[in-house]
């Protein structure tokens, strides 16, 4: 940060311009119309308001600042007592259409100079560049509000439509620019702000999704940009975490590496789920906090599956041990999942979180490119937050003999994957460790079972090894050789009856 700041109070806004706008600074905010400019301006004057400082808002436009206030007043931050004591409403389209720029310019003055604002808002600056005889002279209409606003050391936001070229004027005056862009992704509508410009001062550049809610604007710096950036204590690797399935305990020589974060990849119903479900309550049994985040199966159905198979997670979730939340797929968008995530794991102080499908974290960003980076930099973040991360990601495959891993395995450290295998009319399961890294491990193939008591893994390699010997010879068995004279089949089978 450099220097003092004016904080705008608004989530996530402050971290993008590094702490906030710069006293005395005139900035421009810039976005079509519903955008959030007026929602936004009207957010940081009450929260000021809260902080003991007076602003001064000034509307240019034809709709009245009663009305706007009137609509303003359905957000969570409005305060009834600020407006008009700490919070100025004025109607300066009079002035302007009356006096011209000079009686605009003669009315700032005033009010400032007489409430002694710490911020001023002025919503409609286009209507002075409208109103201007040339270029020049709205130049010196900035020029004039600049010195003012340093005299008295006020902040100003001027709010216009989105920055065009004709606009050069206005925008090479300002100390900064932050656009308000509403965009269509898909079938979904994605709200993003981005810094054009900020004079004197580092910022996050780049778009930033936001939101706007009952409380009001939330932004949410690109998860790449913030995340994952510092290091994992050098112990962390030599404290394990266990599953509680004895076998697999001991393939993985006690445990997963603590801090680190894992994929468990496997076919519908292989026992992902059921894998990660042991992993949290071996966690609560050790007094280590967790949390299972999913997205397609509801809470009653998942505590229900739990309960079936001996993990008593609905008491472990009344007892605040293990936390459940479901997250639906639909309109989901990465960094404010993300950002309510790490809240969450914050709040509980999780030591071990499992991700039901890695598909539901992938389908919320927007925009395809993002994909490594943002989940690298999510499972970074996890890892230096001292979270143990596994990961179910889903196969489309019901049965193989090559996993079919994808870029996702590129950003964890420990790989796990549960097989099926066919076995004459029989599908039988197989779990393998793939990777443990900077770790010894088990990488023998065995036979695991889901049963009463859960996920149950034989404790030798020898079923699993006369499983997959079966398979091999049936599928030889299936493989008619070529005749080496024509190599057609039907040469192939003429041949075995001579």
Request: with cysteine.
């Amino acid at each position: 940060m450099h220097g003092a700041r004016l904080e705008t109070g608004i989530a996530g806004l402050d971290r993008i311009l590094d702490g906030g706008l710069l006293p005395g600074g005139l900035y421009l905010l810039a976005g079509c119309p519903g955008s959030g400019k007026t929602v936004l301006s009207n957010q940081v004057c009450f929260e000021l308001a809260r902080r003991g400082a007076h602003s001064l808002y000034l509307t240019l436009l034809t709709e009245s600042h009663a009305r706007m206030v009137q609509n303003t007043s359905s957000f969570a931050f409005f305060d009834r007592a600020a407006v008009g004591a700490s919070i100025v409403y004025a109607s300066a389209h009079p002035a302007l259409r009356d006096r011209g720029l000079d009686g605009l310019r003669l009315l700032i003055d005033a009010e400032i100079q007489r409430l002694r604002p710490t911020l001023v808002v002025i919503d409609g600056i286009t209507a002075v560049s409208e109103a201007a005889a040339s270029n020049a002279e709205f130049r010196h209409f900035l020029g004039k509000l600049r010195a003012t606003l340093e005299l008295h050391g006020a902040t100003a936001l001027l709010c216009m439509p989105a920055p065009e070229h004709d606009q050069e004027a206005t925008q090479t005056m300002a100390d900064g620019v932050l656009v308000l862009v509403e965009r269509t992704v898909g079938r979904r509508s994605v709200r993003e702000l981005s810094v054009a410009k900020f004079r004197g001062s580092t910022h996050l550049g780049g778009p930033h999704v936001f939101e706007i809610g009952r409380d009001g604007i939330r932004a949410y710096p690109r998860a790449e940009a913030i995340l994952g950036r510092g290091l994992v204590g050098a112990d962390a690797s030599q404290r394990r975490m266990r599953f509680g399935v004895a076998r697999l305990d001991e393939m993985l020589c006690g445990g997963l590496p603590s801090a680190s974060s894992t994929a468990i990849v496997g076919a519908p119903g292989s026992g992902k789920t059921l894998l990660g479900l042991h992993f949290l309550a071996a966690g609560a049994a050790r007094r280590e906090n967790g949390l299972y985040l999913g997205f397609y199966e509801m809470p009653e159905r998942l505590l229900g599956q739990a309960e079936r198979i001996g993990i008593p997670l609905r008491r472990l979730r009344e007892q605040g041990r293990v936390g459940v939340r479901w997250i639906p797929p639909y309109e989901n968008l990465l960094d404010p999942l993300v950002a309510t995530v790490l809240e969450e794991v914050e709040r509980r102080r999780v030591r071990r979180l499992f991700i039901d499908g890695l598909e539901g974290l992938t389908m919320s960003i927007a925009f395809g490119a993002r994909v490594p980076a943002a989940i690298n930099a999510f499972a970074n973040e996890l890892r230096v937050r001292g979270v143990t991360t596994l990961l179910s990601i889903e196969s489309p495959i019901l049965h193989f003999d090559a996993a079919p891993f994808g870029p996702e395995s590129a950003f964890v450290e420990n790989l796990i994957l549960l097989r099926y295998v066919r076995r004459r009319a029989q599908l039988e399961r197989l779990l393998s460790i793939v990777k443990v890294r900077g770790s010894d491990f088990d990488s023998s193939a065995h036979e695991f079972r889901i049963g009463p008591a859960g996920i149950e893994v034989e404790r030798s390699s020898d079923s699993a090894e006369a499983i997959l010997a079966d398979m091999a010879a049936a599928t030889s068995t299936t493989i008619s050789p070529m005749d080496p004279a024509d190599g057609s089949p039907a040469a192939a089978r003429r041949g075995a009856r001579r």
